[in-house]
């Protein structure tokens, strides 16, 4: 029994540090008219029942090629029937952007509402991005009116591709940021991460700093950092540890994993294992007995991946973004990391599920987020916001 449960534990850790391709539980039953001409789609499987929009992403074939894979967007819950794993859901069907959709098909519900960066009606290129491990790539959008010296890079989370990012471009554009959305290491067309394995944000930070460097050669003077979820986590680190730190002047973090041993301790839940597959899991990974993602170190140290040691890298105004529903990264860390951080971090009480939060209400999440920047930029004009060192 006790090999049975170290055996688990290595399998539980690997797979925390291990990039892979998304499931796919979520099956089409139905497709239908609905009232008006709408169409309707009929869903079973987990998050179809959300309140929100969301992207359903389908028929995906690798990792490396979810670009293209297809998509179509889904409105709100319209009806449902049955119980338990059984029960299927009916949401509007507002498009389908690629693909065909079909009865069978199998896919997973996610929050990016945007699969090309084309859907946001801005200038858009893609450019080469160097990174420490190699030459990797972004996607660089124009404002309609520059803000001169404004910039603001999005990064990614944990299991996601760059496309997760693109419903915080347009709020940034409006104010006049050119935009930076990253693929980093593990990505798509991105070098191989450490071991091909992620670094829980202390290796990815060093590609988002990388990033604000490239950024900084074009001419941004003020930088923006927004991370979802694992990216709030490089993002944090880039901001305390990197280079190029003090051109960044503000944070703006959704769903963040600020606390790497409580997810750990979640992730374990949600997957029905025993607390102590999660504990020996930790022990693992911080011992080096499961090699991690991050260079010059075998081991993971989950023990600088709490509120406290990244609350103190806090240095710049920071928005969190954080839900109570979120069942994949509990919001505790993030509340701790508020307490800790009070004079610097605005936190705004949302609703929905992890990552999710902008699909719940895109105009709460979008006025939020540019009254924060306005409000930095504003206090940083007449002087009157002081920094904690």
């Not at 309707?40 to 670009?67: K, M």
């Amino acid at each position: 029994m006790a090999a049975l449960g170290c055996s688990t534990a290595v399998h539980f850790a690997r797979r925390v540090l291990t990039p892979a391709l998304p499931d796919q539980r979520v099956v089409v039953t139905g497709i239908e008219s609905g009232a008006h001409g709408r169409q309707v789609v009929w869903l079973n499987g987990p998050d179809t029942e959300l309140p929100g929009r969301y992207s359903f992403i389908f028929d995906v074939r690798s990792r490396e090629e979810q670009h293209l894979a297809g998509h179509a967007r889904l409105g709100e819950v319209v009806d449902s029937v049955g119980r338990g794993a059984a029960r299927r859901v009916a949401r509007e069907l507002v498009s389908i952007d690629r693909g065909e959709l079909r009865v069978g098909t199998r896919g997973r519900v996610t929050g990016w509402w945007y699969s090309d960066p084309r859907d946001l009606g801005l200038a858009v290129r893609r450019v080469s991005l160097p990174l420490p491990g190699g030459v990797s790539w972004a996607w660089l959008f124009e404002p309609s009116v520059p803000a001169s010296g404004k910039w603001a890079v999005h990064v990614h989370g944990r299991g996601a591709l760059p496309e997760e990012t693109l419903r915080g471009v347009q709020v940034s554009a409006e104010l006049g940021y050119r935009s930076l959305v990253i693929a980093y290491r593990n990505d798509p067309g991105a070098p191989q991460g450490h071991r091909s394995r992620y670094g829980l944000g202390l290796s990815e930070w060093r590609d988002v700093d990388a990033a604000i460097g490239w950024a900084i050669a074009q001419g941004a003077e003020e930088v923006s950092l927004f991370g979802w979820s694992m990216g709030a986590t490089a993002v944090i680190l880039a901001a305390g540890l990197g280079m190029n730190s003090s051109k960044v002047t503000s944070m703006v973090l959704d769903s963040p994993a600020l606390d790497w041993r409580g997810i750990l301790m979640q992730q374990a839940r949600l997957a029905r294992l025993p607390r102590a597959v999660a504990r020996l899991a930790m022990v693992l990974l911080r011992c080096g007995l499961v090699a991690g993602g991050v260079e010059n170190a075998r081991h993971t140290d989950l023990g600088s991946l709490t509120p406290r040691t990244l609350g103190r890298m806090i240095r710049v105004p920071t928005l969190i973004h954080a839900s109570p529903d979120d069942t994949f990264v509990p919001w505790d860390g993030a509340i701790a990391l508020a307490q800790m951080r009070s004079r610097l971090v605005r936190f705004r009480v949302a609703s929905g599920e992890h990552v999710k939060l902008w699909n719940v209400d895109a105009h709460r999440w979008e006025a939020e987020t540019a009254s924060f920047l306005r409000f930095v930029e504003q206090h940083a004009l007449d002087g009157r916001l002081t920094l904690a060192r």
